[in-house]
């Protein structure tokens, strides 16, 4: 099934495209970009029951952008009449002048090539047709489930959310409209030991409907074991280690550690160290990297067109272990001379648009993974990461995961340290990647902020990677 | 809007419910280096719709709530699709029953800041002037800077009779310091004000230009081993969450948390002991409960717990809503004495991070300071790995204070033995 379009946005349109005329009649260049989405959440935990919409990443809203003196200024709100032009040309205008105070930072124009079109994702079971009865009872059944597992559970969280948003951009030569339908669900596991409470997490998510909750009853018996495994985890002796990440944490890697550096508003900034290495090796040759709205791992990133109006690619990050190019939203592009990527992104319609990540992943290898554990002496199986943060412009590590499994002699001795934190320089830990999974897994169930604020979905993964790294 | 939405509300039955109008208005400013990248605007109404379903399960009363955000212009039509919605769902949300928010009916309360009444674009460019006005030496600068000035009206009317209203004016943002010599870093800053205080921008702009020329200074990881640790600024705010976190209600009725009120819940040691207080920085709550300052801790025993009106019923406690400023009382030592031989100033992470459930803490060091021979040797990269439960009875707490809009308390607290993983 497609998603339809909505009503709203529909009947709005004749609106924004007459607003949007008045400010093409003043200014060399302007758009409209504006929202509609229906967003709920599904919680059930020892907290209770949750059912609500949710807000704050989306809701009806609309951003005009206009070019003014070699630059861009933005008005957002949430709906618009005729009898609201002159107040929002006003405020526009009013805007403009007092910017005309500073410097500009230079930036040519939108080419703004002609394109319509209208596009929607596909979907399996619609959440909204499945209702709030269906979906929250089978939340509480895996509840149940999960408790029962082992009585030293002490609490089981399962939680399913969707999005659907519909967006429309219009300016003098685009006229794009697009309709998209995700969802992401999980399970996180608590188990007491005195005066800690040990978690473990499970999650995925899909471009598509609540056929995604068919994943979850799998993560049942994972996260128990995790989670009682960690009750007897021990603290990590600081210290260099040849590691095997896990998907997750390989995604984790990607993003973190390496993707937030190759934004590229941040060579813009003069923020990112790897504007420096375009070209040169970052990575050994086993590594592959990818980043897109449309690079054919459908998530929760997926999408037709971005913010600002640049349609969906797949950009080639790394091939081969040598970086080949970064992404960037439209600005930015400009201010560079290089071609728009469709990474700029919004909060929400009414936020600024910044260079954001996608779908992202390193792509697969040829390595198995029993012969990547046989392949360690003494190391570690890292998995399930908790947090991470970039460093851009001098690629230091600050990733988290929750625990990591030891290996001696090539095999798993069943000891587990917790937490774990890894440290230390991007291209050292990306250069000394040895072996590659065959199989790329992929989740978009968290948010990505930009430094601390600004969050968006996406989503990250890869296959099982060797490589050494610094941990404590 | 609010109206329409009160009188659908009636057309639909609903007995029980809360709206809460909150409008939003934002002047954002973005440099790089020293040119405007981009003014934007924006003014953005929200409705947030609660809707209560009292049912019983098995003899027992249950209150279902489910909310629902209308938008600005939906018509009465399309507001009944909503609530009716909202109403089904609400049924299935099977949570025992509890009591709204006490009715309270009160005038609206003006906001104290100094930016009432100020034009919100024109604060925006008294910030951007004052940080303009900086000068540097083309080595060490502001890379980038984002302002934002937020003027909040919020409207919070219930079907108890609970009407409550005021304003709130905010100004927040961050900024990227660059050092291009010897080596080229950045570091990364946040700051929150409540009143308009150019001067207090410039300052903490000036001290992180400060900062990062000595991570430009710094070259290699601390060994790794223990060290006696000196958390600074917003980063003790962050330590001490642990200390929230689990004296919130929403922790301790699920049983995450054991914490009761008159516990000692800091180990006795020789360290100081903690007196913390919340903060109430709006006069009320998303409940609509009047918010005032709350005792947390007094010398290391829970006076208090606090939590939104749902918890804190359920534990028998009056409701206090949630806070987001701590003040911590106290400090013993000065500043300069805490740096004895051996000891690393962490200026700043990455990400500082304390897992309440755990009690760990850490965060890999952008920029820490290692006392050696009486001098402070910049050092970057490695990572802190600690936890509460180990060091609670030792913390020492600086007397220099520190201040931000979500904290108040001593500059610096130092932490033993912590576990330093470097090279």
Known sequence: MKVGSSRYLMEKKPVFKKLLDQLLARY???????????????????????????????????????????????????????????????????????????????????????????????????????????????????????????????????????????????????????????????????????????????SCSCLGGAEVLDQVESFLPITKNTVIDLLSAEPLTPGEYDCICSPSVTGMIVHEAFGHGVEMDMFVKDRALAKQYVGKRVASDLITMRDGACTGYDDVATFFFDDEGTVAHDTLVIDKGILVSGYADEVSAKRLGVEATGNGRRESVDHKAYTRMTNTYFVEGNDELDDMIASIKDGLLLDEPSSGMEDPKNWGIQ????????????????????????????????????????????????FCGKGHKEWVKVSDGGPYIKARIRLG | MLNLILETLKKENIAVWKVKKTLRERAELYFIRKQLDMPRY????????????????????????????????????????????????????????????????????ESTSNLRGMDIKSAASALADAFLSIEDDGIAFVNSLEIFVRRTEVEIIASNGLHVSFGSDKIDGEFVTQCVKPIDVEQYRQFSYDNLDAEALKQKIATAIED???????????????????????NVATFLEYYCIRSHASTIFPGYSTWKKGDKVQKDGSGEKLNLDLVATTPYSADGVAMKDLPLLRDGVLQNIFGPTRFMRYLGEQPTGDFTKLRVEGGTMKFEDMKSEGTLETVSFSDFQMNAFTGNFGGEMRLCLLRENGKDIPLTGGSINGKMQDVEDKLIFSTEKYEDGSYCGPYAVLIPNVPVAGI
């Open chain 1, 28 to 202: 060399s260049y302007a758009s409209v970009i504006a929202s509609d989405v229906v967003s709920k959440n599904y919680n059930i935990s020892g907290r209770g029951i949750n059912i609500g919409e949710q807000n704050g990443f989306g809701k009806r809203a609309f951003t005009v952008r206009v070019y003014d003196n070699g630059g861009y200024a933005e008005y957002s709100s949430v709906t618009i009449t005729e009898d609201d032009f002159e107040s929002v040309l006003k405020t526009i205008e009013e805007s403009l002048k007092a910017s005309r105070a500073y410097n500009r930072m230079a930036t040519p124009v939108s080419d703004d090539e002609k394109l319509a079109f209208c596009k929607s994702t596909d979907y399996e079971i619609d959440p909204v047709e499945l209702g709030d009865e269906a979906i929250i009872n089978r939340l509480a059944q895996l509840r149940e489930k999960g408790k029962a597992m082992d009585e030293r559970i002490m609490d089981v969280t399962c939680r399913f959310n969707f999005q659907r948003y519909h967006k429309i951009f219009l300016s003098k030569n685009r006229d794009l409209e697009q309709n998209v339908l995700f969802t992401d669900a999980a399970v996180v596991m608590m188990a007491r030991k005195g005066a800690e409470i040990k978690t473990s997490y499970k």
């Open chain 2, 42 to 109: 924006a003014v953005v109404p929200e409705y947030e719709v609660s809707i209560y379903r009292d049912f019983e399960e098995n003899g027992k009363a249950m209150r279902g709530l489910s909310v629902c955000y209308v938008d600005e212009g939906q018509t009465q039509e399309e507001i009944s699709a909503k609530i009716q919605a909202a109403y089904f769902a609400a049924q299935f949300v099977k949570n025992p029953f509890y009591e709204l928010a006490d009715a309270i009916c009160e005038p609206y309360k």
């Open chain 2, 212 to 234: 990062v020329r000595r991570r430009a200074n710094a070259k290699v990881a601390p060994k790794t081993g223990t060290y006696n640790i000196l958390l600074t600024g917003e």
């Open chain 1, 399 to 446: 990733c988290m995961v929750s625990f990591g499994r030891e290996i001696k002699d090539g095999k798993l001795t069943g000891r587990i340290f917790s937490p774990i934190v890894l440290s230390g320089y991007v291209p050292d830990l990306l250069q000394s990647i040895s072996m590659v999974g065959k199989t790329v897994e992929h989740a978009g169930s968290g």
